[in-house]
């Protein structure tokens, strides 16, 4: 799996994305995102293209998994977050 990108996060909550930003860049782990911006041009409709991911390399995923596996728990218990 070295090498390749792997998504620890996906949710439609733009909230929990800045959390899960912040708390990846604050440990020095360098993500990408993918569909951020289609809800922007949409009007916050996903639907079309699927959840907002965060994708990290590989190496970092396991690490990565861990540093927002309390967010995840918490967002879990969160109507709002589980949309």
Known sequence: MEGDYVTVLQ??????????????????????TLNENFGAIYNGFYSITGLIKIQVMGEQAEVATE???????????HPRLND
């Not at 949710?11 to 990408?32: F, H, N, Q, V």
């Open 67 to 77: 540093l927002l596996a309390e967010l995840q728990a918490n967002a879990a218990g």
């Open 11 to 32: 949710t439609m909550d733009l909230g929990l994305i800045a959390i899960a930003k912040s708390i990846l860049e604050g440990s020095g782990i360098e993500y990408i």
